[in-house]
């Protein structure tokens, strides 16, 4: 399985600012997701991110809001910019474990935040 | 597109009950099947999973069977621990290409001594 360490793991933000979640792997993969769960929520799909391309966004996820980097193999970020209180949600980085995983996607801690 | 629903909760069990936690899908082809668990605070834990029909799924008590003919992969305990409280997400992944999961709404439990 792989190891994924989300940064931060919780933070309080104002209003109208933006904050960048990093996510850490432990071994190189190709794909890597990125979900939002709200308060008592199931998990949405923001975008699916590859390394040396573009993410591609769910509908409902735009680019200038959420945007995504993918600049290594180990490593991404994503922004959720201009926040508003309904912005507040845990996001959870998640990866491909590969064929040996048997095609399993594992998920960081997550980073839990509250917009105020 | 494919999708799961999976029963809603919450559901309430006294310490040492059977929990069962239905789930079916609608997909194309043959999904990976899965089951996660988030406890309070924390992020999705993998429970279990199965990748083919008729596989079963197990780990730290839990069960679950790929049942093809009735597209259904219910969560099984026979003995629950309040440890066990949690938001249980049932999910696939379709086998065609490199595709995210799709979850359920999730199912909480909440096991009382």
């Known amino acids: 399985s792989a190891v994924i360490s989300q940064k931060p793991s919780r933070d309080i933000c104002q209003r109208g600012t933006s904050l960048t979640i990093q996510c850490q792997v432990d071994s190189q993969v190709t794909m890597m997701f990125w979900y939002r769960q709200q308060p008592g929520q199931s998990l949405t799909l923001i975008a699916t991110a590859n390394q040396g391309s573009e993410a591609t966004y769910e509908s409902g996820f735009v680019i200038d809001k959420f945007p995504i980097s993918r600049p290594n193999l180990t490593f991404s970020t994503l922004t959720v910019s201009n926040m508003s209180p309904e912005d507040s949600s845990i996001y959870l980085c998640s990866v491909d474990g590969g064929y040996l995983s048997g095609n399993t996607i594992y998920f960081g801690e997550g980073s839990w935040l509250t917009v105020v | 597109g494919n999708s799961v629903t999976q029963m809603e909760g919450p559901v309430t069990l006294s310490e040492e009950a059977f929990l069962t936690i239905n789930c079916t899908y609608t997909?194309?082809?043959?999904?990976?099947l899965f089951w996660y668990v988030q406890y309070p605070g924390e992020g999705l834990q993998l429970l279990l999973k199965a990748t083919k029909a008729d596989d079963k799924g197990s780990n730290k008590g839990f069960e679950a069977t790929y049942r093809k003919e009735t597209t259904s992969f219910h969560l099984e305990k026979g003995s629950v621990q309040v440890s066990d409280s949690a938001v249980y997400f049932c999910a696939l992944r379709s086998n065609s290409g490199n595709t995210p999961l799709v979850f359920g709404k999730g199912t909480r439990l909440s096991v009382i001594a």
């Open positions: 997909a194309t082809g043959y999904p990976s």
